[in-house]
């Protein structure tokens, strides 16, 4: 049996080495076989990941774990590089369509940018290098194929000179990754390379004296990004987050609660509240802003009705396919629970006469039924109804069926260095912890609490949990920013149609109880109970005459069935919206007539004239009156372009742009 006591020292006869150290022994003993029963071994705090350059090497902060043995272990800040995701080289053959497009199977990728090619001028005008997209003609190798724009699979080339004819492609393809970063027990990070895809998923990782530090999503798009992943870490089963959250086996503690058997004065969220008299168990959350006792075994049920008709308007072109629409979502049923009733020419349809359809779910206890086919189609159109029967949950229909809204804010701030701490004020406020904000870095969403986080109103303090519902007005980003970076915020609010009339009525209900609890306490004294009803009915008054109000202004706003149209905004806005978006292209050498006609077109209508051709790098911009004048037909609203003599060059193309506002 190990000895597992300390020695007693007796420093009389002088001190020994070997005694003190045995003692130091059991002591560290015990302490790192303590740490092992309490929290076990696992990582302890720390290992955030960063990334700031840009250049696939990805930092690590400095972090504390416990090994196996038991030992507390430090390790500092390192460095991991990781490498540009792989691409291949793919050669496709594509016939030109009649508009001069070519559709690719991939998004060309440029291994020079790290990132997906983009050209599409003005906007996007670096034009693509030819040795990572080469467009040439298959019979005819030494002709290239001039590239006009590329947006996605898609590139456009002069639709009069190829049209027809059968490309050639050459082009570099590149997916996403996903790398596991892990920590051995030797102090070293290692890396386990994840396979190139456009959906790429953990792999299985062999965790012999090695722990998760956490996961790097690469993704290829204009840039290459990568997105961070730390759920799955090797956490020990007993430890604390930056919030001092408690956490056992990765799962939240939270205090243990109790059954109250009597209602309790002042509840807390989730207390549970037995109600012996009508058998049920309550609990006190939060619904619709508004905490209250909610029944959780309550299975009552009652029944309800949706009715849907088909009339010669609306029928079905075989006579017998009835599907709901899409936006019906009321009418669904559930299969195979006679819960479909169908009349014609008010005679009832028998079940065998008809089959239901079904839109299958994740599971068969999912999927819901859209509709019917009749076994044979009608002979003519004419009346078909259908009976759908619902059972709902035993409550008023105002909770069951509550229609909701959503009010969708957005802006943007440009970053600069003034803003050193990287906060943002919102114009509008937002409720903590409940996913109403969304944030936007050029373009590129960020991922919440790893890129951006959410603050208090105070604008410095991180929310937590206890925060949920609060308002605020700011945000911070984490990720790194650089002047001049856009970064845009959308706020998302779900309004409950009526809840603010269903709160009147509540607080109604509630005055009304006080003023009976009021009556009952205090029936000897006449002139207390007098002075507590009339206080009690100017409550009701008050609230009833704020209903009034309310109910009178209702037709003052659109219902959310309605619909706006063109003919309910003002001539100015209309003049702003855009209209169409029209390209045309043809030969620098072609004569003034149909093919360099372009249609539809006014001296209101934006122009951009462009002109590509071998002897230049990009597609360059020509000026009206200097490189061309546009002579314009007013009776058939047409125009031509006539170039100037110096830029008649065969093999050159004219890319004429036509953008045109108001409706």
Not at 551 to 573: E, G
Request: net charge negative; hydrophobic share 35%.
């Amino acid at each position: 049996m190990k000895e597992n006591k300390l020695k007693t020292l007796d420093f009389r006869e002088g001190i020994r080495a070997s005694d003190v150290n045995y003692n130091f022994d059991i002591i560290r003993g015990w302490v790192e076989r303590e740490r092992l029963r309490t929290s076990g071994w696992g990582i302890v705090e720390g290992f955030d990941f960063s990334y700031p350059n840009n250049d696939f090497v990805i930092h690590i902060g400095e972090g504390t774990y416990i090994n196996k043995n038991g030992e507390e272990q430090f390790v500092d800040t390192a460095s991991i590089s990781c490498g540009a995701p792989k691409y291949e080289t793919i050669t496709e053959e594509v016939i030109v369509s009649d508009d001069g497009r070519i559709r690719l199977k991939y998004v060309p990728y440029s291994p020079s940018r790290y990132g997906l090619i983009e050209y599409f001028p003005p906007s996007e005008n670096v034009k693509p290098l030819t040795s990572e997209l080469s467009v040439i003609d298959r019979d005819a190798p030494s002709m290239k194929m001039p590239i006009i724009t590329v947006v996605g699979n898609m590139i456009t080339v002069s639709a009069p000179d190829f049209a027809g004819k059968t490309a050639k492609i050459t082009y570099r393809y590149c997916d996403d990754r996903i790398d596991a970063i892990l920590l051995g027990e030797n102090g070293l990070y290692y890396r386990e390379i994840g396979i190139n895809s456009t959906s790429p998923s953990k792999t299985d990782l062999d965790l012999t004296n090695k722990y998760i530090i956490g996961f790097a999503h690469w993704i290829v798009g204009k840039t290459i990004t990568v997105e961070f992943i730390t759920e799955g870490r090797t956490y020990r089963p007993v430890y604390t987050d930056s919030n001092n959250i408690l956490y056992l086996n990765g799962e939240v503690y939270k205090k243990p609660k109790f059954i109250y058997f009597t209602e309790p004065e002042e509840p807390q969220p989730d207390d549970m509240w037995y109600d012996r008299d009508n058998n049920l168990l309550m609990a006190w959350e939060l619904s619709g802003g508004v905490y209250g006792w909610r029944v959780v075994n309550d299975f009552t049920s009652t029944p309800l009705r949706e009715v849907k008709i088909w009339t010669a308007n609306n029928f079905p072109s075989d006579g017998m396919t009835f599907k709901f629409r899409d936006d019906e979502t009321n009418l669904r049923f559930i299969p195979g629970t006679h819960a479909l009733d169908i009349i014609i020419d008010q005679q009832i349809v028998m079940e065998d006469q008809f089959s239901e359809l079904v839109m299958p779910g994740a599971q068969p206890y999912l999927s819901s039924g859209i509709g019917f086919k009749l076994n044979a189609p009608l002979d003519r159109s004419t009346v078909v109804q259908a009976i759908i029967h619902h059972s709902v949950k035993n409550a008023p229909l105002r909770n069951v069926f509550q229609r909701a809204a959503i009010f969708v804010y957005e802006n943007f701030q440009v970053y600069s260095t003034s803003n050193p701490n990287k906060i943002f004020h919102t114009n509008l406020e937002y409720a903590l912890l409940d996913d109403q904000i969304e944030v936007f870095v050029n373009g590129e969403r960020l991922n919440k609490n790893t890129d951006f986080v959410e603050l208090r109103d105070d604008g410095t303090t991180l929310a937590s949990n206890g925060d949920e519902n609060k308002m605020s007005h700011y945000f911070k980003v984490v990720k790194t920013l650089s002047p001049g970076d856009k970064v845009t915020y959308k706020l998302s609010r779900h309004v409950w149609s009526y809840d603010q009339l269903n709160t009147f009525v509540d607080e109604i209900k509630k005055t009304a109880e006080d003023a009976l609890a009021l009556a009952n306490q205090d029936k000897k004294d006449i002139q207390t109970l007098e002075a507590n009803i009339s206080t009690q009915l100017g409550n009701l008054h008050t609230k009833i005459s704020s209903i009034e109000q309310t109910l009178q202004t209702l037709n003052q706003y659109r219902k959310k069935t309605d619909k706006i149209t063109i003919a309910d905004l003002n001539a100015d806005v209309k003049q702003k919206i855009y209209n169409n978006f029209q390209m045309y292209s043809f030969s620098a050498t072609a004569p003034v007539g149909d093919s360099t006609k372009i249609q539809n077109v006014t001296q209101k209508d934006c122009i951009f004239v462009s002109y590509v051709s071998e002897g230049f790098c990009s597609q360059l911009t020509l000026g009206q009156n200097a490189d061309y004048i546009i002579s314009y037909n007013a009776a058939d609203k047409t125009a031509h372009i006539l170039l100037n003599a110096e830029l008649q060059a065969s093999g050159a193309v004219v890319i004429v742009n036509v953008i045109r506002f108001g409706i």
